[in-house]
């Protein structure tokens, strides 16, 4: 019923930076938990950073200090800010909202961020 839309990936330099956004169907970003997930070929899926309902935040300690999330309650978008990326940050990234503590929740398509020179 939730759907999740990301976008803003694509190719970038190291050290360079980008802007990815999740579109929520609904309004449930200020709401539900939400967070951003990547996973890289070969890879299990990680967390990479979450904010709850309350506005909490949590890093991943790989991107802590580099990535910034945040949300706009009237836009229902959850952002991604990330700045200084390295290669190893290359991966698929994923919207996640979670109505219900401790579930895996809604999920979106995915959008690609390739650090690469």
């Known amino acids: 019923q939730v759907q999740l839309v990301e976008s803003g990936g694509g190719l970038v330099q190291p050290g360079g930076s980008l802007r990815l956004s999740c579109a929520a169907s609904?309004?449930?970003?200020?709401?539900?938990?939400m967070g951003w997930y990547r996973q890289a070929p070969g890879n299990e899926r990680e967390l990479v950073a979450t904010?709850?309902?309350?506005?909490?935040?949590n890093y991943a300690d790989s991107v802590k200090g580099r990535f910034t999330i945040s949300r706009d309650n009237a836009k229902n978008t959850m952002y991604l800010q990330m700045n200084s990326l390295k290669p190893e940050d290359t991966a698929v990234y994923y919207c996640?909202?979670?109505?219900?503590?401790?579930?895996?929740?809604?999920w979106g398509q995915g959008t690609q961020v390739t650090v690469s020179s």
């Open positions: 996640n909202a979670r109505p219900v503590p401790g579930t895996s929740g809604y």
């Open positions: 904010i709850t309902n309350y506005g909490r935040t």
């Open positions: 609904r309004s449930i970003v200020s709401i539900y938990a």
